[in-house]
Structures are given as structure tokens and as C-alpha cells.
């Protein structure tokens, strides 16, 4: 069965907005097909909408125990959500924040996450609570977008490349995984925008370079 695969839904790369995947669901937008998902990712594999969009994957972020979605998800949407991570018993919190392209301010997996400044305190209760896992609010390498700088399963954490040692080593420390540099879709180091995984299976963006796939499916511990 395959592992990895490169993939661009409607031409474009940025395959990363349009999905998101932990080792039991993976949701995608509508207008999505689910084989590939399936194969790769080893997972059920539902349909959504976000917003009238097909970009579930930007507006939202999830671990084994919750997701978070923002509040501009119209009540049909909410539901179809709400109505999913009840059969897998997990969290599910509408976040009431004028920043609702949650992918990019969250990276983390099921040991810990780390979230942007944006968030506000009694935020990032919710958040933690959602989530099941230790949270810490903190910029990376001056980025307060710390989720599009990053991608972590519960093996590994591909960053921007501009990183330094002792900004990896924090990262390392609250992910509790390795870290490695990464760029994906031949050169991006907004790493996140160009991947959907999980700890069985990684999808990243067509453009993706072989160096490239090699250090990100190392690194996430895919092969």
C-alpha cells in the first residue's frame, strides 16, 4: 500500500488547505475525491464543507482528541463536524476569534501544541481543553502565524528553514519529536500549506522536490 504520494487538487499545490488527517479521520472539501485519501492515509475519509469552500484545511486544526473550527462555519456546516468527531469521541470547539484561518496559528500533534500569540488567554484554555494535550502561546522565529511555518505528526516536525538551533531545540522540547528544516513544493518554507498527514501515510504538494519529499517523510517517519 502506498505511504506517500504527490497530489494538487484543482492545479494547485497548496494541498494543504484543502484537507486535514489524524490516524483515524481525514476530512476533505466537497468537491474532493476520497480514493487517494483513503490509500495513503489509511483512514475514513469524509466530505466537508468550511465556509462554502472546499478549504477545510486552512480553517481548521486537529489531533487525536478535538478539532477547532472558526465561527464564520455556517450552522449546516457546524453540524456535519459536530456530527463526525462524536462517533470517534473526540472535542469539537467553535472558536469565536476574528483570526479563523486556524491552520496557520496552530502546530502541534497529540503530546502538545504550540499557538500564536493571536490567541488570547482565555483562548488558549479552550484550545487546551479541545485538544487534550499541553499548551504553550508563543511566537517562532518571530512568525505569530507559527502553523504555517510548521507540520508535526506524533513522529517528527518539519519547520521553516530560517530556524535556528536553539529555536528547534524549544520546538523539540514542547512537541516532544525531532525537528528537522524543511522546505516543500520546490522552495516553500511555509511548510504546512504543501501537506496533509498522519502517522501512516503523508500527501505534499506536486511540485514537491525528491530532496525535498525525502527530508519531510524522514523526518514525519513515513516511508
Do not use: W
Not at 506517500?4 to 466537497?30: M, Q, R
Not at 499557538?115 to 484550545?127: D, N, T, V
Not at 530556524?163 to 514542547?174: H, M, V, W
Not at 518554507?189 to 498522519?198: R, Y
Amino acid at each position: 500500500m502506498k505511504k506517500v504520494k504527490l497530489l494538487d487538487f484543482f492545479g494547485d499545490p497548496n494541498i494543504g488547505f484543502y484537507g486535514i488527517s489524524n490516524n483515524e479521520i481525514t476530512l476533505i472539501g466537497k468537491d474532493l475525491e476520497k480514493k487517494e485519501f483513503q490509500k495513503v492515509l489509511k483512514t475514513k475519509v469524509f466530505k466537508v464543507s468550511a465556509n462554502q469552500t472546499n478549504l477545510i484545511g486552512l480553517f481548521s486544526f486537529m489531533n487525536s482528541y478535538g478539532i477547532i473550527i472558526p465561527y464564520i462555519f455556517d450552522e449546516e456546516e457546524i453540524k456535519e463536524i459536530e456530527n463526525i468527531v462524536k462517533k470517534f469521541d473526540m472535542n469539537l470547539l467553535v472558536l469565536k476569534s476574528k483570526h479563523t484561518a486556524i491552520k496557520n496559528l496552530i502546530l502541534g500533534n497529540d503530546k502538545a501544541a504550540i499557538i500564536s500569540k493571536y490567541f488570547s488567554k482565555k483562548e488558549e484554555k479552550k484550545i487546551e481543553e479541545t485538544l487534550n494535550v499541553e499548551v504553550v502561546r508563543m511566537d517562532i522565529h518571530k512568525f505569530k502565524i507559527v502553523g504555517s511555518i510548521g507540520y508535526a505528526n506524533n513522529k517528527g516536525c518539519i519547520i521553516h528553514r530560517d530556524l535556528k538551533d536553539e529555536e528547534i531545540e524549544k520546538i523539540e522540547e514542547i512537541l516532544k519529536v525531532e525537528v528537522q528544516r524543511a522546505t516543500v513544493n520546490f522552495g516553500s518554507p511555509f511548510v504546512s500549506s504543501g501537506i496533509i498527514a498522519n502517522d501512516k501515510g503523508l500527501i505534499v504538494g506536486s511540485r514537491t522536490s525528491g530532496p525535498e519529499l525525502g527530508i519531510i517523510s524522514e523526518t514525519l517517519g513515513i516511508k
